[in-house]
């Protein structure tokens, strides 16, 4: 008996040493903490991409135009849809892309065939449909919106329903960037400038923000729950300084040092899966600038890191994080 207990704790063994975990991969600890600017690969050169998602380096969708490349387990797709591709998100419920598209309202991609939804079909209120976000659940939230119109719309079983400010605690029709992490969705609203706003969103329970901007434009949300958010001054005519909102624990503060307005202007950003923040913008010269804020302080990229536009980013479930630029892919592994 005591040989087989010894046998059994042996075979355990492996299991039980300290670092082990189930939990799931975007656990901060198991990625190292040095920010690597090295280009790990380099996709599609040439190609101008605004609208990229990856899941990891076989798994992964990009749009040119109307075009949508597909990537499972390695294996392309093509498509051409009716109109142009302005965002790309991955199901896993159903294991489905889902596009928003300029003039064809929101899009499934599933099998070999394309299902839309629009005005004439599921009655969106526009079919311009800038933002499309999936969460854990299954569902599709995405926007179809514009000063006092419409708002955001929640695709759940074969069936869609729609959010206004006459209808739920929506503050704004204008919908500026929607993202997902886990049950939770988070809504970047329009309206006055100075009074923009932003909603969580558990299940059925909506919660106002203590984030109030001028001009709000992109958003993410962190695998630690950190919130992050562009604030837009530029149309300003007094003198302010542009901002990228962080709230963390409950607190809101700037995270981009004191600055003219005219030294940066942020333009993408894209939290890691270390809670480290990848920022692009306009510095004063002519290159795009790409930062990284690591919780405490910014680095920089090195001198002579490509001379990019980058349009887009993601972050795959293995930390490595991907831009979508003026020429292709750039692929940048942590």
Known sequence: MKNHLLLFLLFLAPFLQPGCTTDSIDEPL???????????DHLFPGKVIKVLEARDEKNYGFAVGR???????????????SSDIMDLAWNEQDQSWWAGTHSSGLARIGEGEVTF?????????????????CDSNGRVWFSSSAHLLGGVGCYEEGSIQFFTPENSFLPDNLIKSIVCRGKKTWIATGGTVTRQKVVEITGDDWKLLPIEGYYLTQMD?????????????????????????RLKDDKVDNILPEQ???DFHPWRLKADLR???????????EKMEISV??????????????????????????????????????????
């Open 293 to 334: 804020f690591d919780g405490e302080q910014w680095q920089e990229a090195p001198a002579d890191f490509p001379i990019l536009t980058v349009y887009c980013m993601a972050v795959d479930r293995l930390n490595g994080f991907w831009m979508g630029t003026d020429d292709g892919i750039y692929l940048l592994r942590q």
């Open 117 to 133: 939804f629009t005005q004439a079909s599921h009655k969106l209120p526009r079919d311009l449909v800038s933002h499309v976000a």
């Open 260 to 262: 003219s307005r005219f």
């Open 221 to 245: 949300i962190s695998s630690q729950s950190t919130l992050y958010v562009i604030d837009d001054v530029g149309l300003s005519s007094s003198f302010m300084n542009h901002k990228v909102y």
């Open 30 to 40: 198991s990625f190292p903490k040095e920010v690597n600017f090295e280009i790990s």
């Open 275 to 285: 809670d480290y923040l990848w920022l692009a913008g306009f510095g004063s010269g």
């Open 67 to 81: 075009e949508v490349f597909l990537f499972r387990n390695g294996v392309k797709s093509h498509h051409i849809l």
